[in-house]
């Protein structure tokens, strides 16, 4: 966020928790990006704070929290102590989650596959309202086609980029079976080691499609280990990824941090996948 937006969104999550009765001297910003995470002390609580136009989304995380954390899915928590819904303050979509603190060593490539097939099991006992992830792909490709959203992409690497979303987006959507529920983005970023042992965050990602289309976010040596997996739609869906990764960077109004390096290593990631698929 910016700087300006930045104050205005603690002073938000600051306010929610005090209107709630939680004590928030302090505020360490945990992440910020699009949306900010606060750690608020000493009631040590993790507050998610998005803009207006991420209300949705932070309502479907939300839902998605209290859902899978009913069918004992390994994701974090809503903090107990606040109402499990979004608290609108200054403009800005609030939530309130437990603080894990982090512990432990990297997670092994075998625990991450069981983690993230214990998550797909919970996600299939729930009814939630998600889009496909192709929807996903349609919005890459609109920031790619149109020049005014992405006036930087060079006009070959839009070619590229274009025609590969399309191409695989049809081709993965087309031909997966047993489709299901899934994270949508469940990379190393989100997947939290706790005294609780593994947990997924960041749970406005949830889209429908084939498990592949999450294992790709994993590290590749996951997918060894994730068991049925199909390993030449896995290559597909992680090209595709990083296809989309690097159709946000180009964004005009792309906020991520490092979104220079990102433009770069988005498209070197894609034609590398590619030139080992083939």
């Not at 998605?64 to 390994?74: F, K, S, W």
């Amino acid at each position: 966020m910016e700087p300006s937006e930045l104050g205005r969104a603690v002073a938000a999550g600051r306010t929610t928790a005090a209107e709630l009765g939680l004590r928030a001297d302090d505020a360490v910003v945990v992440n910020d990006s699009d949306r900010v995470v606060l750690r608020l002390l000493p009631c040590d609580v993790l507050v998610r704070v998005a803009p207006p136009r991420l209300l949705a989304d932070s309502e479907i995380e939300v839902e998605a929290a209290r859902l899978l954390a009913d069918a004992g899915a390994p994701v974090a928590e809503l903090d107990p102590r606040a109402e499990p819904r979004v608290y609108v303050r200054g403009g800005f979509a609030v939530s309130l989650w437990r603080y894990y603190e982090p512990v432990g060593p990297e997670i092994a490539p075998a625990d991450y596959a069981d983690v993230l097939m214990r998550h797909h099991a919970a996600l299939r006992r729930i009814d939630l309202d998600a889009p496909h992830f192709t929807d996903r792909v349609a919005e890459a490709l609109r920031e790619v086609r149109d020049p005014e959203r992405s006036p930087e992409l060079p006009d070959a690497d839009r070619a590229f980029l274009g025609d590969t979303l399309s191409g695989l987006g049809a081709a993965i959507g087309a031909g997966s079976p047993g489709e299901q529920l899934l994270h949508g983005e469940p990379h190393p970023g989100n997947l939290l080691s706790t005294r609780r042992g593994p947990l997924f965050v960041d749970l406005a990602t949830c889209c429908r499609g084939p498990v592949e289309f999450d294992l790709a976010h994993a590290p590749e040596d996951v997918g060894k280990h994730y068991a049925g997996a199909d390993r030449r739609r896995l290559q597909q869906c992680r090209a595709l990824g990083w296809a989309i990764f690097s159709a946000w960077r180009w964004r005009r109004d792309d906020g991520m941090p490092d979104r220079a390096r990102g433009r770069v290593e988005g498209l070197e990631r894609v034609r590398a996948v590619l030139g080992r698929d083939r």
